[in-house]
């Protein structure tokens, strides 16, 4: 995991060594943008619905870095025995680079520490119901497509898919499957799929275009 962040950070890194390089110099109120998007995934019995604010900066035309704050709901059948349940409400937050190669389209890396409050409902008295909370880190990667996002401007809407490559088993964006002969189990990364917006601060009506 340590790998994956120091990769993330370096991505950031060079993206301001190349952004001091293209542009002028020094700290601009109009490169703010705040904005967010919401999480809806359903896979294999899986359910997660969320909402995901962002407050960032545009490191150059073709980079942006930022935060990002979570709350997921997240519902999942046949956990342990057909027809049992498992329901999660997560907090946290993270952060975020994003990497334009052409106008319309970027790659996203994004590191999350999320705090995960869990219940158990068995389907049948072989299981016990529970409940704990528990925390998990999440490096999300992937990226996605940006409508309207123009020269001057940081306002525009966007879709993405991001996958968690760490797969912590308390992550809110992986499955768990049991076999239920072997007992053997299994993580794999659910498919994250966001769709949002990103709305340019301080740009005024005269900046839509450099």
Known sequence: MKKLIFSMLMTAVVSVAF???DEEKGFKKENLFTGGSVTVSFFSGTTILGANPIFGYKLANFADAGVVLNYIYSGQRDYLEFDDKVKQ?????????????VNFLFVQGQFEHNFISL?????????????ETVDANSFLVGGGYCQGRQAGSN???????LFDVIKNENSPYVDVVYDQVTGRRSVRAVPLIRAGINIGLFQGRNRRFE
């Open 19 to 21: 952004a001091q390089n």
């Open 89 to 101: 409400n997560v907090y946290g937050g993270g952060l975020f680079t994003r990497l334009y190669p």
């Open 119 to 131: 219940r158990y409902v068995p389907a049948t008295s072989n299981y016990q119901p529970y409940k």
């Open 155 to 161: 306002t525009f809407y966007y879709v993405s898919v």
